[in-house]
């Protein structure tokens, strides 16, 4: 696809609570592998600690300081910095029109984060996602984000996060009946990555420029996944 029209960097990373392959919890290594991003949205998973009041693993003023990104406040409380561990990380160009916080169906805490975006490839929808480990789950997951998305007025969507599906034929036939499926590359275990976990879906009126898995030393050290990419641009709908 041409790259003569603007392009939209969005990124998703699962930063285990900034814990890295190495045992050490470094919410400054973190940051500078989404800086290296060089993303205009990035979604995180695992942005908050399991228990007790959740509190968020990366400093908000960091955040912003290392990036020049800003957390879209997620937790009225101000302690959390995502809903169920998803966080929304945007820049200035960048800004909310509309947002839900889902509670999804599962046997384990799951969330979904969607976010009406004013972009600079104009209007889009961008569902951040961190699905559950069986494959039940992850099918009513899916059915309830569909649901929900139905009934909101179109707009270009994408779905993007720690999909949880090892297998690349199955699982995910729900979604794919009207999103684009695509898996940038294996991305988890971060030291030697086989699975392709972190994907991304893309609705009509959307398209793809490039996309990637973001590989660096550093990243290999992060966290167990390494982080995806995608350059969005708009296009046709079919």
């Known amino acids: 696809m041409s790259t003569a029209h603007p392009l939209l960097r969005l990124a998703s990373y699962n930063i285990r609570k900034a814990v890295g392959t190495d045992r050490r919890r470094s919410p400054g290594r973190v940051l500078e592998v989404v800086a290296d991003l060089a993303a205009d949205i990035v979604v995180l998973q695992e942005a908050d600690r399991r228990l007790g009041d959740r509190p968020a693993v990366l400093p908000a003023a960091e955040i912003a300081h290392r990036t ?19 966080a929304l990380l945007l820049r200035p160009s960048v800004t909310v029109t509309d947002l839900c916080l889902m509670d999804l169906p599962s046997l384990e805490p799951r969330g979904a984060v969607i976010a009406d975006l004013e972009t600079p490839i104009g209007p889009i929808r961008v569902v951040g996602v961190h699905m559950g480990l069986l494959r ?11 649901a929900h998305i139905e009934a909101m007025p179109p707009r270009p969507t994408a779905i993007i996060g720690d999909f949880n599906e090892w297998s ?12 684009a499926i695509h898996a940038p590359g294996p991305s988890f275990h971060a030291r030697r990555p086989v699975a392709a976990l972190d994907r991304l879906a893309i609705g009509p009126g959307l398209g793809t420029a490039a996309m990637g898995v973001h590989r660096s030393g550093l990243a290999a050290r992060a ?12 296009a046709d709908p079919a």
Do not use: E, K, M, Y
């Open 68 to 86: 020049d990104l800003h957390p879209v406040p997620l937790d009225p409380g101000g302690v959390s910095l995502g809903w169920h561990g998803i």
């Open 136 to 146: 039940a789950s992850r099918r009513r997951q899916i059915d309830a984000i569909l």
């Open 168 to 179: 690349r034929r199955a699982g995910l036939g729900r979604l794919a009946t009207g999103f």
């Open 223 to 234: 966290s167990d996944h390494l982080p995806i990419w995608a350059d969005l641009c708009r």
